[in-house]
């Protein structure tokens, strides 16, 4: 069974630095790519970027490339998604995604999102 | 920049039959997709390459794609498909993932 378990809810202060964790199972880890979206509270979703664990090239959407870093380790088959200077416009549910279909591509199988408040 | 348009919301009463377009000028060059997203849950695929449905998804729900439009189709509406609907493709490059903004599927 394909699974992607995140870390869990993070309360964060303004300037400092995130690191979420997207465990995965159940099919072999370096011959799909993942991905992270958000989802700001009550809005839509943005893709953020993708990453092929297998050799590490990794894609990122205009709006967040220099913002974000996302990595992976393969020794535990977990994809990882950083920032660091975090604002209060940073609050949102964080999810991973497997990617399949090449160019373009979809998601389809998804982490249970991880919620990343950034308060004062 | 490549956008994704979808309605903001969509009513209907059980047993009728949803429409949910999503219209992008990149769309006629990529495939479509749809996911449901139920408050607090993540999204789920529902449609991909256009018309395909994943294994367990009901067969109510259909795609369709014709130029620059997508449409999602639910026939025989239930209670349980109330949900926030996504569209998703890609830019013409294939490089850039877009969504679309997100229809709430509301069931009378």
């Known amino acids: 069974e394909v699974q992607l378990v995140q870390s869990g809810a993070e309360v964060k202060k303004p300037g400092e630095s995130l690191n979420i964790s997207c465990k995965v199972s159940g099919y072999s880890f370096t011959s799909y790519w993942i991905g992270w979206v958000r989802q700001m509270p009550g809005k839509g979703l943005e893709w953020m970027g993708i990453i092929y664990p297998g050799d590490s090239d990794t894609r990122y959407s205009p709006s967040f490339q220099g913002q974000v870093t996302i990595s992976t380790d393969k020794s535990n088959t977990t994809a990882y998604l950083q920032r660091s200077s975090l604002k209060a416009s940073d609050t949102a549910m964080y999810f991973c995604?497997?990617?399949?279909?090449?160019?373009?591509?979809?998601?389809?199988?998804w982490g249970q999102g991880t919620l990343v408040t950034v308060s004062s | 920049s490549s956008e994704l348009t979808q309605p903001p919301s969509v009513s209907v009463s059980p047993g009728q039959t949803a429409r949910i377009t999503c219209s992008g000028d990149?769309?006629?060059?990529?495939?479509g997709y749809w996911y449901q997203q139920r408050p607090g849950q993540a999204p789920v695929l529902v449609i991909y390459k256009d018309k395909e449905r994943p294994s367990g998804v009901p067969e109510r729900f259909s795609g369709s794609s014709s130029g620059t439009i997508f449409t999602l189709t639910i026939s025989g509406v239930q209670a349980d498909d109330e949900a926030n609907y996504y569209c998703q493709s890609a830019d013409s490059s294939g490089s850039s993932l877009l969504f679309g903004g997100g229809t709430k599927l509301t069931v009378l």
């Open positions: 995604a497997r990617h399949r279909g090449g160019s373009g591509g979809y998601f389809d199988y």
């Open positions: 990149t769309l006629p060059n990529q495939y």
